[in-house]
């Protein structure tokens, strides 16, 4: 099968969150089953930055976004197995960020129009285009709509993954005209109409042939109203069309035995040894003193959505009980402030790194005891599944894929637990789920037991990309 990914991110060049990761681990494991598969990225200045190896140059494509005439490059980059194609253009992309510019709306239409030209431009005819999150959520009407007869896009059929709901990609409804140059009835019908604009999103799932998110609970969570960011309507109308598939991680970047980040490797049976002599290093690393208590790790975006407000107004409390904090991450400015403030007042006992340093994150995983994850939202999450691959405890909040990839201790089930887990969004809920891990931290066996469990659980994407094998072919 030839299958293209069309995405804002993919590792191991462009990264914001575990998008990449998924678009990229994803890829690789389909190639490793014999497909080929193209990932389609646009050519940021960040991404040209991490290129090792120079992309060759493909060609130039020239087309009309509506009355603009645009240009763009296509590179391309054979790694892994995989073919990335860049879509360079400097206006759009030669820019410090990723996302968050006023014309986020242009600057990704754009690459999906560039996207939908660069395929034939560079010979990739596609059985399967697979669209991700709201960037690339136009391209299925896109290619439905204006490619009919176009036979080089005749048997392409279209998968689209949401990965975050909160994001619809909206616009005015001029922008489907204006940007796409598609007709006002398929916002007049409500395929693209989403609370009086367009999404991009919508579109997506309206357009594909097949719906998935990023594990089974969300799925369910998408469909109910609570729980659905407003998608619900839409869609109860593509339910039979709709699956949730769990996200594995990268089993080639995240393993324990073989890190080269980490002061000593280790394996389920060597694990004790192993975290200890990473505690020292990292506390040696960041200059605190061991105070005796479990290390809790957080490495994450630092935003509202994944609890962070929560692990903050805990952290008080556990470091006077002797806890250990390492903390790396970036993102809204009051979060990193509130983490700073608590450095401060625990200067011994908390670590905080502000950025991103894989380095750093490799270090947390592997010296942690507990890592915190107390997600307001979480559709799949990763860091829960990278850190039981290093035998340290996800504590986490029962939300989205958390609940597929966690089973939860509850005082008595110590064989089967590899992670905690709580309900409320609240103070109340987060004490509860830190409180059973200080507990458990003193059950010396039953912790044994479930940090076994954890490293020895299979997060690998073997499984799940064999999922999305038979969801192509069931549409081919
Ligand atoms: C988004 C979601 C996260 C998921 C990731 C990859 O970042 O918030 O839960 O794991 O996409 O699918």
Not at 177 to 187: A, G, T
Request: with cysteine; charged share 25%.
């Amino acid at each position: 099968m030839k299958i293209a990914m069309v995405a804002s991110e993919a590792n191991p060049f462009v990264k914001s969150g575990g998008l990449a990761d998924v678009v990229y681990a994803l890829s690789k494991e389909l190639v490793t089953f014999g497909h080929e598969v193209a990932i389609l990225l646009p050519y940021y200045k960040s991404a040209e930055a991490r290129l090792v190896k120079k992309p060759m140059f493909k060609g130039a494509l020239h087309f009309n976004m509506s009355w603009r005439d645009c240009y763009a490059e296509v590179y391309e980059l054979v790694q892994d197995g995989i073919t990335y194609y860049f879509i360079k253009n400097e206006q759009y992309f030669g820019r410090d960020g990723l996302y968050g510019y006023g014309d986020d709306g242009e600057r990704f239409a754009f690459f999906t129009l560039a996207a939908r030209n660069a395929l034939p431009l560079v010979g990739f005819q596609p059985d399967i285009i697979h669209v991700h999150d709201w960037q690339s959520g136009m391209l299925p009407a896109l290619i439905k709509v204006q490619n009919h007869n176009d036979p080089f896009y005749q048997k392409t059929k279209f998968v689209m993954t949401i990965h975050n709901p909160a994001f619809k990609g909206m616009l005015d409804p001029s922008a489907l005209d204006n940007l796409y140059n598609l007709p006002y009835s398929i916002y007049e019908d409500g395929s693209t109409r989403f609370e009086g604009r367009v999404s991009t999103l919508k579109s997506g799932i309206v357009y594909a042939d097949k719906v998935t998110t990023v594990s089974p609970n969300h799925r369910n969570e998408l469909l109910t109203p609570e729980g659905s960011w407003g998608l619900e309507g839409v869609l109860h109308t593509r339910e039979y069309d709709f699956c949730g598939f769990v996200n594995g991680i990268d089993y080639g970047e995240f393993d324990p035995e073989k890190d080269s980040f980490i002061t000593k490797t280790f394996s389920a049976k060597t694990i004790a040894s192993g975290k200890k002599a990473n505690r020292e290093a990292l506390f040696k690393e960041c200059f605190l003193q061991d105070r005796g208590g479990p290390l809790f790790g957080l490495v994450s975006r630092l935003t509202f959505q994944k609890g962070i407000d929560l692990v903050y107004s805990i952290m008080p409390k556990l470091l006077q009980q002797g806890a250990m904090f390492a903390v790396c991450g970036s993102g809204e400015h009051e979060l990193e402030e509130a983490f700073e403030d608590l450095r401060r007042r625990f200067p011994s006992q908390v670590s905080i790194y502000i950025g991103y340093s894989n380095k750093r994150a490799h270090e947390i995983y592997a010296a942690s005891d507990f890592f915190l994850m107390p997600s307001s939202f979480e559709p799949c999450g990763i860091g829960q599944m990278i850190a039981q691959r290093y035998g340290t405890l996800p504590v986490v909040r029962w939300t989205g894929g958390l609940v597929d990839t966690v089973v939860g201790y509850n005082g008595h089930n110590a064989d089967k637990a590899d992670g905690i887990g709580f309900d409320s969004y609240d103070y109340g809920g987060i004490d509860y789920g830190t409180g059973l891990a200080m507990d458990l931290y003193k059950k010396k066996k039953d912790f044994e037991k479930m940090r076994k469990n954890a490293i020895t659980k299979d997060n690998s994407w073997a499984k799940s990309a064999r999922l999305y094998e038979g969801l192509y072919k069931a549409i081919l």
